[in-house]
């Protein structure tokens, strides 16, 4: 009904009425109903709870104490928590180490594209440098689902209330970490949200009226299988091509091959009391990388896949176990090519041996 005076009436009158009759997250219904309660117009009620307005005929009037509980959760992490990476004793530097390590430690914002293929220590080089260098990490597991909510932050039901809690990028940002985007190539176009971001401007968080700020030392490394132009080969499904915009916010793309035969075996021997085997295995995965090169098999050994493979030998004590056990995710003619290779490369190895060991339970 139209009302020819209205009385006056303020935001604190409106809370109180709403959040007492209905609650913290009202709609248009209930604008109406504060409307008739205080003898106002609709646009009067809408104007007094305009900060509090979340979506299209949405107020969430919890927004002011959820940015006090925001504040307060940044304040309180940094206060106990460390994500410094732990210092792993049996890495081995190789590829592209020395130059990240570089760029973390200068402190000066530069984003990075890091490209190689499946399990050849781009995640792990990072991560170690970190570690080593004693700077916070935050990564990140990008999927095709990856949106703004998961990478900024959004609001959360806590304690029967809505109150916003920060997302990586803004834990990321204000405490000067570096931010680890793995597998950013399996992204979605939803991950533009980071424009700005890459930009090292920050971001303006719109659902709680707050400015954040990168602190000194932010940076953002990427990982990927691809350079952001798909897998044309179909080696890598679900991969995306990514926005060139988003592509061209990187500075630098550095590809990651796998380590030399030296390093890789160097890299086995930390994790295996049998350097022979170790020196033989590094062997075999150079010939399959090789062929693969050329074309003449669908598959290649990786260095994480070696790995596996040594671990498994100081569980079962058999090298015929660890390698079978580690490539039988392989089809079955890949495989058995790949045991033939070996069995040539190592004369103490029995490709005919007939069972393998039995787990214990």
Known sequence: MPFTTEIPVTTDDLLSFLKDSVGSEVGNADLLKAADKFRCSLATVKKRLKQYKVGIGKWNLTVEEAREVFEKQIVQSTDKVSLVPTKDPTFVPFGNFNAVKKIIKSQVFYP????GLSGNGKTFGVEQACAQLNRELIRVNITIETDEDDLIGGFRLQNGSTVWHNGPIIEALERGCVLLLDEVDLASNKILCLQSILEGKGVFLKKIGKYV??????????????KGKGSEDGRF???NVLNEAFLERFA???????????????????LCSDAEFCARLADWAQIIR???NDGGVDEVISTRRLVHIVKAFEIFGSKEDAIQYSINRFDDETKQAFLELYDKIDAEFDLNKEELTEPQN
């Not at 990075?112 to 490209?115: A, K, W």
């Not at 700020?213 to 990982?223: C, R």
């Open 112 to 115: 990075t594209y890091i490209q």
């Open 213 to 226: 700020k990168p602190a000194k030392g932010f940076n953002v490394i990427a990982t990927a299988n691809t």
């Open 237 to 239: 499904i679900g991969t």
């Open 252 to 270: 630098i793309t550095l590809e990651q091959d796998y380590p030399s035969t030296v390093t890789e075996t160097r890299i086995l021997k930390a």
């Open 290 to 292: 090789k062929t693969f």
